[in-house]
């Protein structure tokens, strides 16, 4: 017996249950709505609202600004660079929503690189409960963009909000399953020194979203 | 890298002795336990939650084949391969073959309990391959040259102090100034380059889902992705008790898994892991294995089938008062606390680990914690039993063990033991019986278990923690 079959041996004969895939199914969806009934109440009327809350407070520590279109991505992120005396060289999310956009002065071609400073990026969507940003790699999302830059400066489409986690699980069953989802919840941080939290371990020490319309 | 040494009676008497551990072990699980308790305010729910979320596991387990069966098709489709392991030398042996025909000379590794568990770190360094943890608490226990006290907080117990003092020794560039923000910064710059110079990188999961066939880790620091992403082979080793239906059930325990360990809703990075790197992709590995471990889990689908809910969220280990007293090291096995405490017997076998099962107060703290509502008292008393039908324990103090354990075990019983047998226990102290119970010597000279003057054991260790 090689290692597979003697594990799946061992668990067979400890677990003689069998069943229809179907009635598998049924029962994993009501674990599933079992947890869902514990939850505590969301006030959902306004996601992108508590999206904010939620990806603005302390414990997670995102910060945030809201604009009327995608388009006003550039003056905002002009305004993040003064304010935070970047270099307006930065790297931008190989996404045409973002590639297509009149950046103006700035100049968005640096490529991306262990120390970039700033890269600027796009999420696919965002789950209002917890304040993640969602990202699916792929050709226009490489995963590294959300992991190596200093600042990460995100645009979410209030349209693609999804209340809560589970929401988010529904939503990706249609899609094809990428090589990382990455559900990006606030500032690389650390509480590995006497659990204290710190910003800023390997990840990006600052991330500010951009809510868009 | 050192791994605790003497016997668990040993290493308790030098945890004792160290001021500096106690310090240590109350700034890190304190701070836990209350970001811990404000999460689990705001969750009204929470026990139902606690009994929803085993109900996840159970499902899983109890089509465990079912499931896993699924896993491995949907992982093999996404491009992956997947080796099976019955045990820690298995599994080292596959890890270090694929090291090896990648040509590594260099892998990095991102925190992961399992990797302990089967000895990976002494099998990389054996093998010869530069090893470099990238976890920021893994990395100051790799300066140090020890092993991880602590499940989620592997250095929890090293000061600040010491950590300072690691880095200004070791690190190229010396930290600008002792706080923590700096040292985190000091970290980064040393680790940056080596995320991209390793040929192979090694995670853990914290589950595999079998609906995708993607694995999924949850961190915060950022060094998983890092660890995962440049290189051109990725490792997951990984349990098969981590076996779960759906990107949704992965995602509701993960709910109560890090609100348990941190207290936050989510940890900065929820990631699952799906194959290598696909054809338009412009990063990613370009191989994908899954290392699937038994090590002993199939046992104890049967023996304690309970505790392969286990999340590893470390909650048991802060809310544990003999934890906190004697921290991770003297346990003397990759997982400490209640839950290794359940665990290394059946690992390592009960004859040479039975002390564990006793280091234990019984006052159900654990399990009132615990996320999955794994009755860890229970287990523990399970092992106690066990140990003696077989007759590992000591004859001579059977009798006083006995009513020790029979007392302890029943917590109505433990309370008026509280009020009423304390004479009585002066009295087994003096025929020299209590000095000869598991732990019982270890606790005298610093918690005068057997002769308390007007207090109880419990009130004892609670003020000891305080002070
Ligand atoms: S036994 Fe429970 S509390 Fe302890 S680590 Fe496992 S899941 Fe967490």
């Not at chain 1, 589970?166 to 509480?191: K, Q, W």
């Not at chain 2, 079912?66 to 896993?71: A, I, N, P, Q």
């Not at chain 2, 700096?182 to 710059?189: F, I, L």
């Not at chain 2, 304390?422 to 102290?429: D, G, K, S």
Request: glycine letters at 6%; hydrophobic letters at 45%; a neutral charge.
């Amino acid at each position: 017996m090689n290692a597979r079959e003697a594990i799946f041996a061992a668990i067979n004969k400890a677990r003689t249950e069998s069943g229809a895939s179907a009635a598998i199914a049924a029962e994993a969806q009501a674990c599933s709505e079992a947890m869902k009934r514990t939850l505590p109440a969301l006030d959902l009327s306004d996601l992108a609202a508590l999206f904010t809350a939620r990806a603005g407070a302390e414990k997670v520590g995102a910060t945030l600004e809201r604009v009327a279109a995608l388009g006003e991505l550039p003056a905002a992120v002009a305004r993040y660079v003064a304010a935070n005396n970047l270099a307006p060289d930065f790297a931008v999310q190989p996404d045409p929503r973002l590639r297509q956009l009149d950046w103006g002065a700035l100049r968005p071609g640096a490529p991306l690189r262990p120390d970039s400073a700033l890269a600027v990026g796009i999420a696919l969507c965002g789950v209002a409960e917890t304040g993640s940003l969602v990202f699916h790699s792929g050709s226009e999302a490489p995963t590294l963009y959300e992991f190596l830059p200093l600042h990460h400066l995100v645009a979410l489409d209030a349209q693609s909000l999804l209340p809560r986690l589970e929401d988010y699980a529904v939503f990706a069953r249609d899609l094809a399953v990428p090589r990382n989802v990455n559900l990006v919840t606030g500032a690389s941080g650390t509480t590995d020194i006497e659990g204290v939290l710190a910003r800023g371990a390997h990840g990006p020490g600052r991330l500010h979203i951009v809510i868009f319309n | 890298m050192s791994a605790p040494a003497g016997t668990f009676h040993d290493r308790v008497e030098k945890a004792l002795h160290d001021p500096q551990l106690k310090i240590a072990l109350e700034r890190t699980t304190g701070n836990a336990r209350r970001k811990r308790a404000a999460a689990v305010e705001a969750w009204p729910e929470f026990s139902a939650a606690r009994a929803a979320a085993a109900a996840i596991k159970d499902h899983a387990l109890a089509h465990m084949a079912y499931y896993l069966e699924m896993f491995e098709r949907n992982a093999l489709a996404s491009g992956a391969q997947v080796h099976w392991a019955r045990d820690p030398d298995e599994a080292r042996r596959i890890v270090v073959e694929i090291c090896k025909a990648a040509g590594a000379k260099t892998v990095t590794r991102s925190k992961s309990m399992l990797g302990e568990e089967i000895g990976l770190p002494h099998a990389l360094a054996e093998a010869g391959l530069r090893r470099v943890e990238t976890d920021l608490a893994e990395h100051i226990i790799q300066l140090a040259g020890e092993t991880p006290s602590h499940i989620i907080w592997p250095a929890a117990h090293r000061t600040r102090e010491d950590v300072a003092k690691l880095f200004d020794q070791y690190h190229r560039e010396k930290p600008p100034a002792h706080d923590v923000v700096s040292m985190v910064g000091s970290a980064r710059k040393e680790l940056r380059a080596d995320f991209f110079a390793a040929e192979v990188g090694i995670s853990g999961a914290n589950f595999l889902v079998a609906e995708t066939g993607a694995i999924c880790t949850i961190t915060n620091e950022g060094n998983a992705e890092l660890t995962t992403t440049p290189p051109r082979v990725h490792i997951v080793t990984a349990g098969i008790e981590k076996i779960v239906a759906s990107t949704e059930h992965a995602l509701q325990l993960t709910r109560l898994l890090v609100r348990s360990a941190t207290g936050a809703d989510l940890t900065q990075y929820t990631t699952f892991h799906s194959g290598p790197k696909r054809a338009a992709d412009r990063d990613g590995p370009e191989q994908f294995h899954i290392v699937l471990v038994d090590h002993e889990r199939t046992k104890m689908l049967s023996e304690l089938p309970e505790m392969l809910r286990c999340l590893r969220c470390g909650a048991c280990l802060n809310h544990c008062v003999v934890y906190r007293a004697i921290g991770g090291h003297a346990y003397g096995g990759a997982y400490p606390g209640p839950m290794g405490s359940v665990l290394t017997p059946a690992f390592d076998g009960l004859q040479q680990t039975r002390d564990l099962p006793s280091a234990c107060t019984l006052n159900g703290q654990c399990k009132q914690v615990c996320p999955v509502d794994i009755p860890l008292p229970t287990m523990l008393r399970h092992w106690r039993s066990r140990s003696w039908r077989a007759g590992y324990e000591p004859k001579i103090a059977g009798a006083a063990i006995s009513i020790w354990a029979f007392v302890a075990a029943r917590p109505a019983l433990y309370q008026l033991a509280q009020t009423f047998a304390l004479p009585a226990m002066r009295l087994f102290a003096k025929a020299g019986w209590i000095s000869s119970l598991p732990l019982a010597s270890g606790w005298t000279a610093h918690r005068d278990f057997p002769k308390p003057p007007r207090q109880t054991f419990l009130t004892m260790i609670r003020k000891g923690n305080r002070s």
